[in-house]
């Protein structure tokens, strides 16, 4: 996540998905921005000019979902108003969502996953929100936009039950990327619960959740629920 981004339609989604989450199980979810400076990762990232898919905001069918997240997310069209702490102080959001704000740090990445577990300690589940998804092979800064593998051994020693965004690939059907992923996630012993929920937004992004064999959450029922709310979200099990 980088905070020119806030406020896109990835986050509006996204903060549905959650909120439906917290009121299912009557419990906050942590939120792991995996904030990025994108000065740190180089010029090229700081000429991309993504993060602008705002159309969303005058959707009339689409605003019904939330009305409430809409209109806290309207004052993110001005590009200077996007600061996470402004969004996270204000919205109503914080009686679902425990938010971590702090900025990944490169040189100190395993104390930063460390901080923000002890920030988690009360939250059984955390949705992770790294710019692209998941990294098995990536080396040097580009890693700041993604969830590694032992970002997610971290959480899981702990207990928790992490959900991560994944965008979609651009090189790949859907179910060949995910096949990829999910194989890839195996050989690192971490194991996917399904289904995995993807939203049919452009670019999709799809929301992978990782258990412990332990877990007793029916996470495919509070999907197929909330599912069920939006025509804009579908649920894929990939063989």
Excluded at 34 to 44: A, E, R, W, Y
Excluded at 96 to 116: A, T, V
């Amino acid at each position: 996540m980088q905070e020119r981004y806030l406020g896109d339609i990835h986050d509006y989604f996204k903060f549905l998905f959650i909120k439906h989450l917290s009121i299912e199980l009557n419990s906050k979810i942590g939120l792991n921005w995996f904030l990025v400076d994108p000065n740190k990762i180089g010029l090229k990232e700081l000429e991309k000019n993504d993060g602008e898919r705002r159309s969303y905001l005058n959707n009339k069918l689409v605003n019904s979902f939330d009305k409430k997240i809409i209109k806290e997310l309207r004052k993110f069209r001005d590009i200077n108003k996007r600061k996470i702490s402004l969004f996270t102080n204000h919205t109503h959001l914080k009686e679902y969502i425990n938010f971590f704000n702090k900025y990944i740090d490169f040189y100190n990445r395993d104390c930063w996953i460390k901080e923000s577990l002890k920030h988690f300690k009360n939250e059984k589940i955390v949705f992770l929100d790294p710019d692209n998804g998941f990294s098995f092979k990536r080396k040097g800064r580009t890693t700041l936009k993604y969830v590694l593998p032992e970002d997610c051994k971290a959480y899981l020693s702990l207990g928790k039950i992490v959900i991560i965004t994944q965008f979609q690939s651009f090189r790949l059907k859907n179910s060949d990327h995910l096949k990829n992923i999910i194989n890839d996630l195996s050989k690192n012993d971490i194991r996917v619960s399904f289904p995995i929920l993807r939203n049919r937004t452009a670019p999709n992004t799809f929301y992978i959740t990782i258990t412990n064999k332990n877990n007793k959450i029916d996470f495919k029922k509070i999907y197929e629920n909330y599912a069920r709310k939006n025509f804009k979200v579908e649920l894929i099990n990939v063989l």
